[in-house]
């Protein structure tokens, strides 16, 4: 008796006589390439060197695009934006110890952002792996060590024939909700050996769902249908779940009020009429969310930024559904649900009753204006200016990344992404140099639609290798510089703690002329054009800078207060 899945596994005789005479001239890097490509990749990221050269002589014989960067940092976090724009696993090819240190940073925040990317890098030949001191260049005792506290999985491969099912394990880890970054790393001596192992086609790593518990959301949409005061806080797991449309519903049917963390920037239209955007670190939207008798957090673990600094505390019954589970309750005792946002709202969605509420709308706009009248207070006209002129000249469907910058600050709170996906920034691990790179790799993602990178001068100088990178691929990527002259907020932090500021004042060179240096276009601008210029720069194909000298202040925090 032969069963369907027994015809499934058997060979066409087009495979058979693939496998039976696979092409010469491979070796254990096209196994590597081979699976990427069985697996769905179309674009690859990274850096060459000495032990991984086998993995990159390889690309030249794969349909795979390689998009190659100048610091394997900047590669990560390039890695890091096609992960988040696709919703696939982004592959970083890099080399052994320095190289594959050097991604650290990016990794970090590719883990703490839920960005899937899969790293493969090279290792001191097979017999220099255990720890042994042999003396091989670039030898670490534990090299996958390093990364075991940053990404989500680490696989060691030791023989060709491991490397499919390695990698596609690994893929699937990056896929599995919560995303993420894993750790492929394999010997330089296997992957420069001539293979005998046929070409990689049968190769699959579906991701494994994670639903809720049913029983867990029958009691949540209980206590959300019977709530008087809901409200939502939407972090960047509904972002990566593709949940804000299940989200908008769910808002509606309860007429509950929903503020979105840095992370969870576009999870809800802003200009809704139940939408507290984004002023989470503002003590009026921390109020008003003590104030509810239920609160719904999904996809957000609550941390520093979420619950201004650590100063939030709920009064009510709150149900938390977050995908990772060393954050769920890890700041807050809750309704647990362990799970992907989309399968819980979509479960909730399905058990909840409609509630009435005609005065949540009005109790929004209360907030709103407070807190509108709180920064109005402060005089930050030109910070407000120039985020709204970044606003008009960016179009509606442009993604923006964010580099750890006053400016980036500000628009956690005050910036509408216009949508989903859209906005993006290092705010989970919180390092320098994240902007631009990761617009090239978002850029790379869809070549079609402009893409706006946002630093200040000091993290510009993270990255500026990377115009190179810009001009070589030709990426449609503009860069707006905000050149304070320094390390802007450090400087703000350390005058408010000390009294004066150390080591936050920066020579930087003329970026204009820098870009220029690398055949692209830069221009200074000032406040009052900055609209024009920078929306001119977007409307033009390939890669540009724009360069805005300014000091600029952050609105008064209210976690200090009292």
Known sequence: MTHDHDLELRPTAAQTEAALNPPPGRV????????????GATTVFGLPGQHALGMFDALRRSSLQYIGLRVENNAGFAADAYGRMTGEAAPLLLSTGPGALTSLAALQEARAASAPVVAISSQVPTPGLGGGRHGYLHELPDQAGSFRGVVKSVHTVRTQSQIPSAIAEAWKSALTAPHGPVWVEIPQDVLLAETIIPVVTGVDATPEDLPPRPELTAVAADLLSRAERPAIIAGGGVVRADASGKLQQ????????????????????????????????????????????????????????????????????????????????????????????????????????????????????????????????????????????VRKALPA??????????????????????????????????????????????????????????????????????????????????????????????????????????????????????????????????????????????????????????????????????
């Open 250 to 389: 769910l808002a509606e049917v309860l007429r509950a009020p929903v503020v979105t963390t840095p992370g969870g920037k576009g999870a809800f239209p802003w200009k809704h009429p139940l939408s507290l955007q984004s002023w989470i670190e503002d003590r009026h939207t921390t109020d008003f969310l003590e104030d509810a008798d239920v609160l719904l957090v999904v996809g957000s673990g609550l941390g520093e930024l979420s619950s201004n600094y650590h100063t939030f505390k709920p009064r009510g019954r709150v149900v938390q559904i977050e995908a990772d589970l060393g954050k769920l309750e890890s700041n807050h005792p809750a309704l647990g649900i362990h799970a992907d946002a989309r399968l819980a709202l979509q479960a909730l969605l399905e058990t909840v009753s409609q509630r009435q509420d005609k005065e949540a709308p009005e109790r929004v706009r209360e907030v709103l204006a407070k807190v509108a009248e709180r920064i109005a207070s402060q005089e930050l006209t030109l910070e407000q200016h120039v985020l709204a002129s």
């Open 397 to 562: 469907d442009s993604p923006s990344f964010w580099d750890m910058t006053i400016l980036a600050y500000w628009a956690w709170s005050a910036f509408d992404a216009k949508g989903p996906n859209r906005m993006h920034s290092a705010q989970g691990a919180g390092g320098l140099g994240y902007g631009f790179p990761a617009a090239l790799g978002a850029a790379a993602a869809d070549p079609t639609t402009p893409v706006l990178a946002v630093s200040g001068d000091g993290g510009a100088l993270y990255s500026v290798a990377e115009l190179a990178t810009a001009r070589q691929y030709d990426l449609n990527v503009t860069w707006l510089i905000v050149d304070d002259g320094g390390y802007g907020i450090l400087r703000e932090y350390m005058t408010d703690a000390f009294g004066q500021a150390t080591a936050t004042e920066l020579t930087r060179p003329d970026y204009v002329a820098l870009a220029e240096s690398f055949g692209v276009p830069g221009v200074r601008t000032t406040p009052e054009t900055l609209e024009t210029d920078l929306a001119r720069a977007l409307s033009q194909s390939g890669p540009s800078v724009v360069v805005l000298p300014a000091v600029l202040r952050m609105f008064a925090p209210t976690h200090l207060d009292g």
């Open 28 to 39: 254990g890097g096209d196994l590597v390439v081979e699976t990427l490509a069985g697996l």
